[in-house]
DNA sequence: CTGAAAGCGCTAACAA
DNA sequence: TTGTTAGCGCTTTCAG
């Protein structure tokens, strides 16, 4: 006798209801009379019946899964944000289908698919740039998408993200306060929004507030890693920086530790400030000054407004900007 | 006039075959004439046909996703695994489904159910210690599973890891060699068999190799965050050890940065290996000397694992051990 | 408050 | 090599 799987009628027949009546007791369907909803939850309880959600996901067209795609899961940055969209997913009943992308816009586009194909209900974007074919892959698609601490700077979908270009002013003009002159921008690739387009900007505008002329040899491009930050020191010092701005923790341990290195001392010979006072500024010495994000809430209200377009709910503003603010620790004066 | 998506069915009449064999292009089969499947992928190409995998995970009973258990993704330890497991899970045309438990065995349970509700094909468990009820869910149901970088004392599952007793023997031996008699042994909680079983034997053993009396004082039990590594220095200090294994590497900062803002010098005064070799251990300074493992391919050799298992191929070993290291770096003598 | 019945979109025998 | 035909397990009108 082979026992095969138990399903909903299973639980119809030895309840002496329809399958009709079981599908709404299990969904919570008010409608149906306690002592017959009593009855079903019984034979349910006996049988240990669980509803297949692919088949539920193929009759209702809903499968309450969202897909998420990050660039990596490893980076303290993105898995910060994706604890937050896991958390209030799992509150509204949601999960995660999670994918890799190396902010490669190939597989950005490869991972769309599969997601797509496997009918999730709506996606979570985090990465930097989004390619013109991803756009349009997006805008074709009707499944409702929000990025996650990232910038579309055409602002076509919805977004949850703090103000880079405000916060950087800040964090600049702190630098500038101690008397800084010549202040290092280092960040990843300029052509990412978030880097060439809003925090350059808030570099420049508080560099041009202060009369201090803007040049180019103090501008850093690199990748996100804390070797590249490593490597960067000889650099930093020949452009006679007394200072720096950095758009990455990581990144910014890596010219922290080059510096230290090197043996400058830090914040007396040169100060640095970061961008997203994750974990790791407090496990450098010094610990690093930082601007703060709120990056499980940043990933959280994403989620949390991906639920609302998945109900069809108007939403007021396209684009949410989180609060930010400044930590002043021992990388800085 | 509303349009509808686009089915196997329209591709058939458009095409004028069948959908049986709609379905065999569309999945590979090799038993459509050439000409056939040309015209038949024509039609998809025009119709822009994308296969719902609901539908198709209903019909074959296969999902070709996976469930994957994670303590916390921002866990560094975890998230290189998942790296791993994501990487080669798409090699195999799998997606995941990742799920946070805090390593609370009430939430692995609930979590386990809508992963067995998703219809998963497989499961990878990651997780210090498996609660008899979570032990007997696995076992009663018919998912193959998988544990990742952890391990299972009673050996039940297939499992991938290294050798946690005869690593920390080594590690310890390292210390012992300099001259160290009071090695404090600092780890998560010591009912988690990693802890508490293996890596605390490879403790004791080696101590015992070399005439020294184990003394319970220098067993610190703690969490796995870097703050309770930072708190524990005063501890330590009163247990007058000279040296500290350390079985997690945020928690390895946390001493070694305890430790020196108390002014003590490491290694001169105060030696620290740590076990995982994660980023961090090259972060902080001194940087850390570690037993390495390879983290990334513990995650990709699971889930290469997990493939076979799916496919219901013959596993040699239930448990396949990967080699671990040594890399001396600055934090010992 | 409950049931009957028609699918959801696809796969997998089985025939032809 | 191709088509026919049952389902997969559930939701959802529509009646009653």
């Not at 103090?218 to 920086?241: C, Q």
């Not at 990144?251 to 530790?257: D, I, P, Q, S, T």
């Not at 990933?299 to 930010?324: D, F, H, Q, W």
Request: aromatic letters at 6%.
């Amino acid at each position: 006798m082979e026992k095969h799987t138990i399903t909903i009628y299973d639980v119809a027949r030895e309840a002496d209801v329809s399958m009709a009546t079981v599908s709404r007791v299990v969904n919570g369907n008010p409608n149906v009379k306690p002592t017959t909803r009593k009855k079903v939850l019984e034979v349910i309880e006996r049988l240990d019946y669980r509803p297949n959600a692919v088949a539920r996901g193929l009759a209702s067209k809903r499968t309450t899964t969202v897909g998420v795609i990050i660039p990596n899961v490893t980076n303290i940055y993105f898995s910060s944000l994706a604890r937050g969209i896991d958390d209030v997913a799992t509150m509204y009943k949601y999960n995660i289908i999670l994918e890799n992308s190396d902010g490669n816009s190939r597989k950005e586009i490869s991972v769309l698919n599969t997601l797509l194909a496997k009918q999730v209900d709506g996606i979570i974007y985090m990465g930097n740039s989004i390619s013109s074919e991803l756009r349009s892959q997006f805008a074709h698609s009707k499944t409702p998408i929000v990025l996650a601490g990232s910038i579309d700077d055409q602002e076509e979908f919805g977004s949850v993200h703090i103000d880079y270009a405000a916060a950087i002013e800040e964090a600049v003009a702190d630098l500038l306060n101690h008397g800084n002159q010549r202040i290092a921008f280092i960040s990843g690739p300029l052509k990412e929004p978030i880097n060439g387009k809003y925090r350059l900007a808030g570099y420049k505008k508080i560099l041009a507030k202060n009369g201090i002329e803007f040049d180019p040899e103090l501008i850093f491009e690199t990748d996100y890693s804390y070797h590249a930050g490593e490597m960067l020191w000889p650099a930093i010092v020949s452009a006679k920086a007394t200072a720096a701005v950095v758009g990455d923790d990581e990144l910014a341990a890596g010219v922290l530790n080059g510096a230290q290195d090197a043996g400058v001392k830090v914040p007396q010979d040169f100060e640095i400030v970061t961008s997203n006072n994750s974990k790791i500024t407090e496990i450098v010495r010094p610990k690093l000054s930082s601007i703060t994000q709120p990056l499980y809430d940043i990933g959280a209200v994403s989620m949390r407004y991906l639920t609302k377009l998945m109900n069809k709910e108007e939403i007021a503003e396209k684009t949410v900007e989180l609060p930010y603010g400044f930590i002043k620790r021992s990388s800085t004066k």
